[in-house]
């Protein structure tokens, strides 16, 4: 049974940062794309940023891009998404997600992950 549990969020003032953790547990973490979305109040969940199997990929939403980075450990069996210089538009719960394609390709979509997190909430204020 694969779990992912998220930590990190909080409340921070605009332009401050936050380090946001997702602990992975249930098989092998090091196989697996893994990847960030989030939802804001009324809105749909969207995509924020994914990393292949080995790190060495990775790709993100325009919106995050040059301020969100996305890295694993894969000795930890953790995924980490460090945000810097945060916008109020950047509140939401974020979610951590993984598939089940074994070494498999990144994905941007959705609706290419099959497990997700509980989510931890961000707030950003102005």
């Known amino acids: 049974q694969v779990q992912l549990v998220e930590s990190g969020g909080g409340l921070v003032q605009a332009g401050g940062s936050l380090r946001l953790s997702c602990a992975a547990s249930?098989?092998?973490?090091?196989?697996?794309?893994m990847a960030w979305f989030r939802q804001a109040p009324g809105q749909e969940r969207e995509f924020v940023t994914t990393?292949?199997?080995?790190?060495?990929?990775?790709y993100y939403a325009d919106s995050v891009k040059g301020r969100f980075t996305i890295s694993r450990d894969n000795a930890k069996n953790t995924l980490y998404l460090q945000m810097n210089n945060l916008e109020p538009e950047d509140t939401a719960v974020y979610y951590c997600?993984?598939?089940?394609?074994?070494?498999?390709?990144?994905?941007?979509?959705?609706?290419?992950?099959?497990?997700w997190g509980q989510g931890t909430q961000v707030t950003v204020s102005s």
């Open positions: 997600a993984t598939n089940s394609r074994r070494w498999g390709e990144p994905y941007k979509t959705e609706r290419a992950y099959d497990y």
């Open positions: 990393i292949s199997w080995s790190g060495g990929t990775t």
């Open positions: 249930g098989r092998t973490f090091s196989a697996y794309v």
